[in-house]
């Protein structure tokens, strides 16, 4: 159903266009072209964040962070075995779903273990990378919403995990 | 950034230079494929835009949109319900355009905003998403035969994270008085 939700909606944007008597063709034209513009202002932010993430990790540094962090979301009723996935999900996309995957493959599709992870992998948002995106080359400060942010990441998660208990 | 490099010079000092340009690299294939999604979002973003029916959008969400935001300005209202209305579809690839187009106009006027920026990226970064589509996929390819049952859970646990979040800046706002 969801798959023609979309086609749909662009047809009727351009029926609706063509009604309104604007030209279709090159106003889509035109919007694409800014996609160059904007990802000339947000590639250096973007590299930045992703090399400082990137050395973060490799020194060994994330590692230790989770071990410190752990046995705190333990108390908190997330399972030992997706903690990582937690402190991991707001720094890297790619990197979290590679581990979602080796979660899958050793506990198994259907165990709590994967749907939990699954969960916690769906609610959440790589909020560094969000935020490096947004607010490239902003003078706003930004901190505060990034703590609510990772904040709301561990509520959603201890939240998540606590609902799949019971499916 | 520089404690981790304090640690790697110890740890080990030959992976920092090949690390730094690893991962450029990987922003590079990134921002390829990123360019292609958002030239055809932008494309019918302007469709939208041009057609008119961005205004009555816009006017159809400026009420909630100025009582939660505080911002007047026509602009940075149209594109920030943009952003909303796409985050709401499940299209992520679709808001973050409009989402940093709003945060550009909120620019100029950095004073009356600040509140409205921090709120913007709360909403984004906390992530509602009515279809989880990416995770159901891998689940399903792994051999799930239930997959869609972390839907109802994935959908509970953001929005009442996202609930939280805003509060929490609100309180923060009240605090500290923006």
Partial sequence: MSVFIIPILLILLIIYGVYKKINVYSAFCQG?????????????????????????????????????????????????????????????????????????????????????????????????YVSSVYFAGSKQKIAPAIIISLLGGVISSVLGCFICRFI | MFISLGVLVFVEPNLILSTMIEQSKNVVKLCIDLLAIYAVWLGILEIVDQSGLGDKLSKLLSPIIKSLFKIDDK??????????????????????????????????????????????????????????TTVIGLLTSAGSKTASKIIIPTIISSVVATIICVSLLFVYKKIKKI
């Fill in chain 1, 32 to 128: 694409a072209k800014k996609s160059f513009d904007l990802i000339k202002g947000i590639f250096p932010y973007i590299v930045a964040i992703m090399i400082c993430i990137a050395l973060f990790r490799i020194s060994g540094l994330g590692m230790l962070l989770v071990k410190l962090l752990s046995p705190l979301f333990c108390l908190l009723g997330i399972p030992v075995e997706v903690c990582e996935l937690v402190l991991l999900k707001p720094f890297t996309g790619s990197g979290s779903i590679s581990l979602l995957q080796d979660i899958i493959a050793k506990y198994g599709a259907d165990s709590y273990i994967s749907y939990c992870a699954c969960t916690i992998m769906g609610s959440s948002e790589t909020v560094f």
């Fill in chain 2, 75 to 132: 602009q940075q209202i149209k594109y920030v319900s943009y952003n909303l209305s796409c985050n709401l579809l499940g299209l992520g690839n679709a808001a973050t355009p409009s989402g940093i187009t709003a945060v550009k106009y909120m620019e100029k006027d950095l004073k009356k905003t600040k509140f409205a920026m921090l709120l913007l990226l709360v909403i984004n970064s906390t992530g509602i998403q009515l279809l989880p």
